[in-house]
T-cell receptor, first 115, second 114 residues
């Protein structure tokens, strides 16, 4: 089974509006962490936000927030007030357990912000 | 602060050739990683290292070798390049394996094998 599933290959959003990028995960570990990365057309991977499995509150970083629903095993990224510079690929990733070396990545969602 | 740097940015290889992808980090991180990203896919772990002299295989290690002689450098060696190794290669580093430590990525090397 896929560890990380991103079901939206592409999304469009109007500038200044909010958008939600979906991510579901599969793990039997109690301790795990969820990450979102942005990959602009230039290719680098930029860390955006982190949510730990034991965190009681949803993570927020500026215009990024993570809608964490543990029972549903979902960790959706919410981008508020979209900007043209937000157009990029977005990857959800997970690390399991303590001392785990591997980040499992989803296949990504391409976000296009429309002026 | 340069973070994680990778060279070269682009490379074209012929089948059967060899090359080394360079990765250097200046954050004094003990943990370093090599990933590959195939078109339209997420990243997959090739090899990782928990410190100088210690390396281990990830999900997709076949066709690659690594070494870690210093904390800063973690080169990835491709022997006998094959078209299946056409991919974008990312090096990453982190200060620990423990959550919530984040892996920080280099800019990537785009490799084409013809």
């Amino acid at each position: 089974a896929q560890k990380i599933t991103q079901t939206q290959p592409g999304m469009f959003v109007q500038e200044k509006e909010a958008v939600t990028l979906d991510c579901t995960y599969d793990t039997s570990d109690q301790s795990y962490g969820l990450f979102w990365y942005k990959q602009p057309s230039s290719g680098e991977m930029i860390f955006l936000i982190y949510q730990g499995s034991y965190d009681e509150q949803n993570a927020t970083e500026g215009r990024y927030s993570l809608n964490f629903q543990k029972a549903r095993k979902s960790a959706n990224l919410v981008i508020s007030a979209s900007q043209l510079g937000d157009s990029a690929m977005y990857f959800c990733a997970m690390r399991e357990g303590a001392g785990a070396n591997n980040l499992f990545f989803g296949t990504g969602t391409r976000l296009t912000v429309i002026p | 602060n340069a973070g994680v740097t990778q060279t070269p940015k682009f490379r074209i290889l012929k089948i059967g050739q060899s090359m080394t992808l360079q990765c250097t980090q200046d954050m004094n991180h003990n943990y370093m990683y090599w990933y590959r990203q195939d078109p339209g896919m997420g990243l997959k772990l090739i090899y990782y290292s928990v410190g100088a002299g210690i390396t281990d295989k990830g999900e997709v290690p076949n066709g690659y070798n690594v070494s870690r002689s210093t904390t800063e450098d973690f080169p990835l060696r491709l022997e006998l390049a094959a078209p299946s190794q056409t991919s974008v290669y990312f090096c990453a580093s982190s200060s620990s394996l423990w959550l919530p430590d984040t892996q920080y990525f280099g800019p990537g090397t785009r490799l084409t094998v013809l």
